[in-house]
């Protein structure tokens, strides 16, 4: 009686239906919760588990404090996400608040208290569906003038199927043919069923937050390890499928689109310029992530072709810093990126395209002024780079590009871009500059022999858009 009692109040405090099952004074099973409206529809849990331990948190230079910790056991948790209905949704205007420091302070001292561990987790969403293994978070807070709060995000591993669900992501790992191959069905209905669309083994977050009079909750510092991640796609992922009724109300607004598209352009980028700055504080001060290899294999099923490129060593750093100049106060955004290897077109040991080091080093500059355009300037360094132009491989590609009809598309009264392109305000200034001390393009033969063989000891290219007459590139070979 008290369980219904209990389930009875929650259904009319939270406005859904709750059913759950007491296990003992610290035990609840079985919980259902079904949502009448929003996006989530039900939420369901085989067993919520409580326990109290303590933890040691490091209050300053000698001082440690062993604050007790509510940790939460929960296996088996389904989340159900309803379809989302684009008619009934309504703009409402929402307005800013940012959390005062006695909130935050309330917020930081209850969350340090917490610890949360889940098994078994599925997001279940119309067209995916997102497995996790386990999931833990730790939060943890810094006693210090400026108290911080950290918290800690681990997942292992994380599966996402694509439309019904598929054999699990251990089994992926045993696709390990690259490159363009020609299979029989019986081989590569075997293919399909043991990849998943994405699978990474392991995620690791570790932020630290603070507070701000002006901004609010600040993002200070943010790390994430990966494990390896697989990318399993097929061209099915990428065709929208519409029915015969969206297709014909396509076609018939075509005109009336073009028309509005003319005189919303204007709106549209004054709101995206207002919002740079917004969106520029949502960024951390420090950023870093490391993934070991990424794996991304594209299958075409309807010509049985396999494509495996991979990259390994990927590493981004990222620095957020207040700037001074002449237009203006604006936010600094400093970002590298280094790659160990780079393989596309990948079969047996040689790949159509081969990166040994790839870095990325940018600035981006986002004034606090909407008015001022961001200026970001870009540099790529390639070393050992080469290009293996094989005959056998582009080929099938060569074919199937060619044979795709063209489709017809209806041209509308709108102005000349050329006219456009002088008089519209652009909204990202940007400088690119590309260098490869040492690359070489070998050709081959459809017997996989190679015929010619070229070098090239300095390449640069450079590009910007600062001119009012467009995009202008420049080269240098050597």
Same mark, same amino acid.
Not at 42 to 71: A, N
Not at 343 to 365: G, M, N, P, Q, W
């Given at each position: 009686?008290?369980?219904?009692?209990?389930?009875?109040?929650?259904?009319?405090?939270?406005?859904?239906?709750?059913?759950?099952?007491?296990?003992?004074?610290?035990?609840?099973?079985?919980?259902?919760?079904?949502?009448?409206?929003?996006?989530?529809?039900?939420?369901?849990?085989?067993?919520?588990?409580?326990?109290?331990?303590?933890?040691?948190?490091?209050?300053?230079?000698?001082?440690? /404090?062993?604050?007790?910790?509510?940790?939460?056991?929960?296996?088996?948790?389904?989340?159900?996400?309803?379809?989302?209905?684009? /008619?009934?949704?309504?703009?409402?205007?929402?307005?800013?608040?940012?959390?005062?420091?006695?909130?935050?302070?309330?917020?930081?001292?209850?969350?340090?208290?917490?610890?949360?561990?889940?098994?078994?987790?599925?997001?279940?969403?119309?067209?995916?569906?997102?497995?996790?293994?386990?999931?833990?978070?730790?939060?943890?807070?810094?006693?210090?003038?400026?108290?911080?709060?950290?918290?800690?995000?681990?997942?292992?591993?994380?599966?996402?199927?694509?439309?019904?669900?598929?054999?699990?992501?251990?089994?992926?790992?045993?696709?390990?043919?690259?490159?363009?191959?020609?299979?029989?069905?019986?081989?590569?209905?075997?293919?399909?069923?043991?990849?998943?669309?994405?699978?990474?083994?392991?995620?690791?977050?570790?932020?630290?937050?603070?507070?701000?009079?002006?901004?609010?909750?600040?993002?200070?510092?943010?790390?994430?390890?990966?494990?390896?991640?697989?990318?399993?796609?097929?061209?099915?992922?990428?065709?929208?499928?519409?029915?015969?009724?969206?297709?014909?109300?396509?076609?018939?607004?075509?005109?009336?689109?073009?028309?509005?598209?003319?005189?919303?352009?204007?709106?549209?980028?004054?709101?995206?310029?207002?919002?740079?700055?917004?969106?520029?504080?949502?960024?951390?001060?420090?950023?870093?992530?490391?993934?070991?290899?990424?794996?991304?294999?594209?299958?075409?099923?309807?010509?049985?072709?396999?494509?495996?490129?991979?990259?390994?060593?990927?590493?981004?750093?990222?620095?957020?810093?207040?700037?001074?100049?002449?237009?203006?106060?604006?936010?600094?955004?400093?970002?590298?990126?280094?790659?160990?290897?780079?393989?596309?077109?990948?079969?047996?040991?040689?790949?159509?395209?081969?990166?040994?080091?790839?870095?990325?080093?940018? /600035?981006?500059?986002?004034?606090?002024?909407?008015?001022?355009?961001?200026?970001?300037?870009?540099?790529?360094?390639?070393?050992?780079?080469?290009?293996?132009?094989?005959? /056998?491989?582009?080929?099938?590609?060569?074919?199937?590009?060619?044979?795709?009809?063209?489709?017809?598309?209806?041209?509308?009264?709108?102005?000349?871009?050329?006219?456009?392109?002088?008089?519209?305000?652009?909204?990202?200034?940007?400088?690119?500059?590309?260098?490869?001390?040492?690359?070489?393009?070998?050709?081959?033969?459809?017997?996989?022999?190679?015929?010619?063989?070229?070098?090239?000891?300095?390449?640069?290219?450079?590009?910007?858009?600062?001119?009012?007459?467009?995009?202008?590139?420049?080269?240098?070979?050597?």
């Amino acid at each position: 009686f008290a369980s219904r009692l209990v389930a009875w109040i929650l259904s009319r405090i939270m406005g859904a239906s709750v059913e759950f099952r007491i296990g003992g004074w610290k035990c609840l099973r079985d919980v259902v919760i079904k949502f009448k409206k929003g996006a989530v529809e039900s939420v369901s849990v085989g067993e919520i588990r409580l326990s109290l331990r303590q933890s040691l948190v490091k209050l300053g230079v000698g001082f440690i /404090s062993r604050d007790p910790k509510l940790q939460v056991l929960i296996c088996d948790l389904e989340v159900v996400v309803r379809p989302s209905n684009k /008619s009934a949704q309504k703009s409402r205007s929402r307005r800013s608040r940012t959390p005062g420091r006695g909130k935050w302070m309330v917020v930081a001292n209850v969350a340090r208290f917490l610890s949360v561990s889940i098994t078994e987790l599925v997001v279940k969403m119309p067209k995916a569906t997102i497995e996790v293994k386990e999931l833990r978070v730790g939060i943890s807070k810094d006693g210090g003038s400026k108290p911080a709060l950290f918290v800690k995000l681990h997942l292992l591993p994380i599966v996402v199927h694509l439309g019904e669900p598929q054999i699990s992501c251990d089994q992926s790992s045993n696709f390990n043919h690259g490159g363009y191959t020609s299979a029989s069905h019986s081989s590569f209905a075997s293919m399909e069923g043991t990849s998943a669309p994405f699978c990474c083994e392991e995620l690791s977050l570790s932020s630290e937050f603070g507070h701000d009079r002006e901004a609010g909750v600040v993002v200070k510092n943010v790390e994430i390890t990966s494990g390896e991640v697989t990318l399993n796609l097929n061209e099915e992922l990428f065709l929208k499928k519409k029915s015969s009724s969206e297709t014909f109300s396509h076609a018939a607004n075509v005109v009336e689109s073009n028309v509005e598209s003319s005189t919303a352009r204007k709106p549209q980028k004054k709101q995206t310029l207002l919002s740079v700055p917004k969106y520029a504080s949502m960024i951390p001060e420090k950023l870093s992530f490391n993934l070991p290899k990424l794996d991304v294999k594209f299958v075409y099923r309807l010509h049985h072709l396999v494509v495996q490129n991979s990259i390994t060593g990927i590493q981004l750093k990222s620095f957020k810093s207040p700037s001074i100049e002449d237009v203006g106060e604006s936010t600094r955004l400093d970002i590298l990126m280094d790659f160990s290897e780079i393989h596309l077109f990948r079969e047996a040991c040689i790949s159509v395209v081969e990166i040994l080091k790839l870095d990325v080093v940018s /600035s981006t500059y986002i004034p606090l002024q909407p008015t001022t355009p961001i200026r970001s300037e870009i540099d790529f360094k390639l070393a050992g780079t080469q290009c293996n132009i094989m005959m /056998s491989r582009l080929k099938p590609w060569i074919q199937l590009q060619s044979s795709k009809k063209k489709k017809m598309v209806l041209q509308d009264g709108s102005p000349n871009p050329e006219t456009l392109r002088s008089t519209k305000p652009k909204v990202i200034m940007w400088t690119c500059t590309v260098s490869a001390p040492e690359m070489t393009i070998v050709l081959y033969d459809l017997g996989d022999s190679p015929l010619y063989h070229g070098c090239s000891q300095s390449s640069h290219a450079f590009a910007n858009n600062i001119s009012s007459r467009g995009t202008s590139v420049h080269m240098e070979l050597g």
